[in-house]
């Protein structure tokens, strides 16, 4: 029987090569925008998480605190100590977050001073992601401060001017002069306009001695995500470890705006894909049914020399299924090589700055699961067999008086 479909199918080639090819592009078209579907929620991910970290410790208040003090974590160096000694070797960012008032020699503006200390690997891609002029403060330094770009205009500052925090009813001294070593570029404009990095020390000279706002936890080394169940496995281990008075989040818990509208990319692609295929089943319809007016006569004789009405019925559905599987077998071809040639990674020049405000990289690197493809060649089977339903319904009520006697 499926050779005969395949006889059947290209009878006429010329049409059904247009809808073969029609399916063809349809599945390359959905495998490679699930591809790049793919590529942009592992981008916003990694971007994420490069810069915030894969989890947060933060205290248990952080989330409802309403001052300054109940956002700290004390006694940080005990907490870190207990964080490397559960995950000795872990990439680790200490954060400490004071809202303060920073001036210049004839303007001020009220901004959040980050006291930041990273490990070698986040700090260098820090500086080579952000830096635009000058340098970061040293670590551990007490009198060096880098402001946002945006910041350092409003305020008429150049590298080397001093700069002056205020930070009142914080524990620290409260206010300190700098002098400006650094400007950094970020590619959201309004948080470039009201940040200023400290060291770590210098922030806890200024505010909060001994304290951080939070610790970020960085897993993996390489490009892309560590898989949810490692970060929920890692999130327990820490949560039994570090106790009352310390809360853990995954970037899903700290960010869950995002983390919502990643989950819905897939869903919304599957539908979009639908419709599409919808476009390319009414096309298969087309040429099925034609088929079956061209060979109502043909049908007509297998039926009175004794066939099967189900039998015929199951050749259009045959044919229907040879036809889009030829197609979509040229389609996954064609897809698979070109999704395989751009893994190595897509840029689109010129666009940096407009993809980093909706928190993409500069590179994608599209790839699709397997389960994408399922889902694709789920809908291409569907295609085939609803598109053949109609054709099939009227084929296996053919009379066979009727049929010998229709004339094309």
């Not at 940080?76 to 680790?92: D, I, K």
């Not at 036809?323 to 666009?351: D, E, K, N, Q, Y």
Request: with cysteine.
């Amino acid at each position: 029987m499926w050779a005969l479909a395949w006889r059947n199918v290209w009878r006429h080639k010329a049409r059904s090569i247009v809808t073969a090819g029609a399916v063809a592009v349809v599945v390359i078209f959905t495998l490679v925008f699930f591809s790049f579907t793919q590529a942009t929620k592992t981008g916003m991910m990694e971007v994420l998480t490069n810069d915030f970290g894969h989890l947060q410790v933060k205290s248990a208040r952080a989330k409802d605190a309403q001052d300054f003090d109940a956002s700290l974590l004390r006694g940080a160096a005990e907490l870190e100590a207990a964080l490397l000694e559960e995950l000795p070797g872990v990439r680790m960012a200490r954060v400490l977050e004071v809202p303060a008032l920073v001036s210049g020699e004839t303007r001020s503006r009220g901004v959040l001073v980050i006291g930041l200390k990273q490990d070698p690997t986040l700090r260098e891609r820090f500086e080579l992601e952000y830096l635009a002029a000058g340098r970061l403060p040293s670590p551990g330094s007490l009198d060096e401060i880098a402001l946002g770009e945006a910041l350092a205009r409003t305020l008429h500052l150049d590298i080397g001017d001093p700069v002056y925090v205020f930070a009142p009813g914080t524990e620290g001294w409260g206010a300190s002069a700098y002098v400006l070593v650094g400007i950094l570029k970020f590619p959201q404009a309004s948080y470039e306009g009201k940040v200023a990095y400290l060291s770590l020390e210098g922030a806890q000279e200024l505010a909060a001695p001994g304290a951080v706002t939070r610790f970020e936890v960085h897993l993996g080394a390489g490009r892309g995500v560590p898989r949810e169940e490692e970060i929920h496995r890692v999130k327990e281990r820490l949560t039994s470890v570090l106790g009352a008075g310390v809360s853990v989040e995954t970037w899903r818990e700290a960010s869950p705006d995002l983390a919502a509208i990643l989950d819905l990319m897939d869903p919304a692609m599957v539908v979009f894909s639908f419709f599409i295929f919808v476009l390319a089943g009414l096309l298969v319809v087309n040429t099925i049914y034609l088929g079956l007016v061209e060979r109502i006569r043909e049908f007509g004789v297998m039926i009175a020399v004794g066939a099967d009405r189900w039998r015929v019925m199951r050749m259009i559905f045959a044919e229907s299924l040879v036809l889009v599987l030829a197609g979509s077998a040229v389609g996954l071809a064609v897809s698979g090589v070109c999704i395989a040639w751009m893994s190595r990674g897509v840029a689109f020049p010129g666009l940096d700055e407009a993809l980093a405000e909706f928190g993409l990289p500069a590179v994608l690197y599209p790839s699709v699961t397997l389960q994408q493809v399922a889902i694709t060649m789920a809908f291409t089977i569907a295609t085939a067999l609803l598109a053949a339903l109609w054709p099939a319904w009227v084929a296996g009520r053919l009379q066979p008086v009727e049929a010998m006697r229709h004339v094309a």
